[in-house]
């Protein structure tokens, strides 16, 4: 998550320089492709057997995926 908050920064600054500039597109591209990667693991139902979680298994990944998307939030609110 730190890594993807320095990008989220950095795009930010690149933007601020030069709106439409490669280094922006190139760190909005970025980040765009990590956050579509996170939400794609986080919807995935299935462990990492291929099984399909179930009951208490499932009940805390649910949890984890909250917090995970918490996290997410912050970085946001923090970077605008």
């Known amino acids: 998550m730190e ?6 920064q950095k795009a930010k600054e690149a933007h601020e320089k030069e ?4 280094t922006a597109y190139s760190y909005d ?3 765009l ?3 579509k990667g996170m939400v794609s693991f986080w919807a995935d139902e299935n462990d990492f057997r291929g099984n399909k979680m179930k009951g208490h298994q499932l009940v805390q990944w649910k949890k984890e995926v909250f917090d995970r998307i918490k996290d997410l939030d912050k970085i ?3 970077v605008k």
């Open 33 to 35: 492709g990590t956050i």
């Open 76 to 78: 946001f609110k923090e």
């Open 19 to 22: 709106p439409m500039s490669r």
């Open 29 to 31: 591209s970025w980040a």
């Open 3 to 8: 890594h993807l908050k320095q990008t989220l």
